[in-house]
């Protein structure tokens, strides 16, 4: 490794991990940013090809910058790869370098060239609203008032979508109504006899957008035995910072999550969005790898805190398998449905088969597989924010897939993808297709809902 590299791989667990790479291309079909443009560098075995030229004392270009932010950070290829790459800790550490380039840290000597003044300002925007409620929620009226207005179709036809893709896409994603039930209660006591007592994040564009995704959640969790603790003072867990190389700032998100959460004194920690739940089960690898000194401790409170983390599905196959089943009783619910796999449930945790039993113990749900082999819808947090173009098509793409189940609800785990899909399933100009989250079709269930309270129509 050369001396100029040293500071950003200090350990040289980086190397190692690029070194576990054989460039076998098992990568390539799996990588969405590969079947869109067919390009090398913007495959997982060419971005690990950069990261190790970097690594060799390489500068941080502008073209190495692009062909790493291109990256979904989808982690598709990880589930491909017969070798074990660490490709999470490879790409969230080089998203970095150009931040620590532009600061002026080796190994870049033309630091300016790593990202546009543009390019860091529409960064900054983001990171300054998205991981904070009040300040996006602030944004939502005037985003909905722009997309009842029909601003969105005129920005994605004109100057906006050349000038200020960023723009367009923001107003393409906006939802079209208000959000629903604001802060939930402290505590949600169980129903019946408890059989745990959890802790619920919030999130951030869940809390704003998706508020009754919370309220469906809370309620499902009581239903079935459990106490539900939410802690007032939680905020952004950090993930879309430290999925988009901002490791400084999603450490300080963190932190205070662990704190809020451990003086809840839980069982478990239940979350219901996929990309804030890998995140926080990356916890203590995350802390682990800056430890030392007085890091160790923080480190291990991390770790401990990880291991109490479940997704939503993943919680609710672990409590009807270790206390005798499902309590609440399902209510029919006639839909032709597909669920899809949010990235950062199937490929970064490994979460695939536990929201499908969910959705098949529903009496009269018809559950229909998507035939696209589970691929990106483009969301991958803030990517159809700051790659907007790409993300449109992976969204096309993944409307495609679901229209051709002929599925009316499609059931998502992310509230970054409900977006998406939603968006590219208006944008379409097809048949209504309604979007859920897997709490609200177990919610209409366990409550005799028909799935027209979610605006389902008849299938």
């Not at 999550?257 to 990309?275: C, M, R, Y």
């Not at 499908?356 to 589970?374: H, K, N, S």
């Amino acid at each position: 490794m050369a001396d100029g590299a040293g500071a950003l791989d200090p350990g040289g667990q980086l190397a190692a991990a690029a070194s576990d790479c054989v460039h076998c291309g098992f990568c390539l079909p799996a990588c969405p940013t590969y079947q869109l443009w067919g390009e090398e560098m913007d495959s997982p075995r060419g971005r690990i090809h950069l990261i190790s030229q970097v690594l060799d004392g390489a500068p941080v270009t502008e073209k190495v910058t692009t062909h790493l932010d291109r990256c979904l950070g989808c982690m598709a290829c990880m589930t491909a790869c017969p070798s074990g790459v660490r490709y999470n800790e490879l790409i969230e550490a080089a998203r970095a370098w150009p931040e620590e380039a532009l600061s002026g840290a080796d190994p870049a000597p033309e630091p300016a060239a790593a990202r546009s003044v543009r390019d860091r300002a529409v960064r900054a925007a983001i990171f300054a609203t998205f991981p904070y409620p009040k300040r996006l929620r602030a944004l939502t009226g005037p985003l909905r008032l722009a997309r009842r207005a029909g601003l969105d179709r005129l920005a994605l036809r004109g100057a906006a979508a050349r000038y200020a893709p960023e723009l367009a896409g923001s107003l393409r994603l906006a939802p079209r109504s208000a959000a629903g039930p604001g802060r939930l209660p402290a505590r949600i006591p169980a129903r019946g006899p408890r059989r745990a007592v959890v802790g619920m994040l919030t999130g951030c564009v869940q809390r704003v957008f998706f508020g009754d995704v919370n309220a469906a959640t809370a309620r499902v969790l009581a239903a079935e035995g459990c106490d539900v603790i939410v802690p007032p003072g939680q905020g952004c867990c950090g993930a879309l910072s430290l999925h988009s190389g901002r490791p400084a700032e999603a450490a300080r998100f963190a932190e205070r999550t662990i704190a809020e959460f451990e003086q809840a004194g839980v069982d478990a920690i239940v979350i219901n969005s996929a990309g804030c739940g890998s995140a926080m089960k990356e916890y203590g690898a995350f802390f682990g790898r800056a430890a030392g000194g007085e890091r160790d401790a923080l480190a291990a409170r991390a770790a401990a805190f990880s291991g109490r983390v479940r997704d939503f599905s993943e919680f609710l196959a672990e409590l009807y398998r270790e206390h005798g089943g499902p309590r609440a009783v399902r209510q029919e619910l006639r839909a032709i449905t597909a669920y899809h796999d949010a990235c950062h449930l199937a490929h970064a945790q490994r979460i695939r088969q536990q929201p499908r039993d969910l959705l098949r113990g529903i009496p009269g749900l018809d559950l229909i597989e998507v035939g696209d082999g589970g691929t990106c819808c483009g969301s991958a947090g803030v990517y159809n924010l700051l790659q907007p173009e790409a993300a449109a098509e992976l969204g096309q793409r993944k409307a495609a897939a679901l229209r051709a189940t002929g599925a009316r609800l499609v059931v998502s785990a992310n509230p970054g993808c409900s977006l998406q899909i939603a968006a590219a399933l208006t944008g379409d100009g097809g048949d209504p297709v309604v979007v859920a989250h897997i709490a609200e079709v177990l919610d209409a269930s366990f409550r005799g809902r028909p799935l027209s309270a979610l605006g389902v129509t008849a299938c």
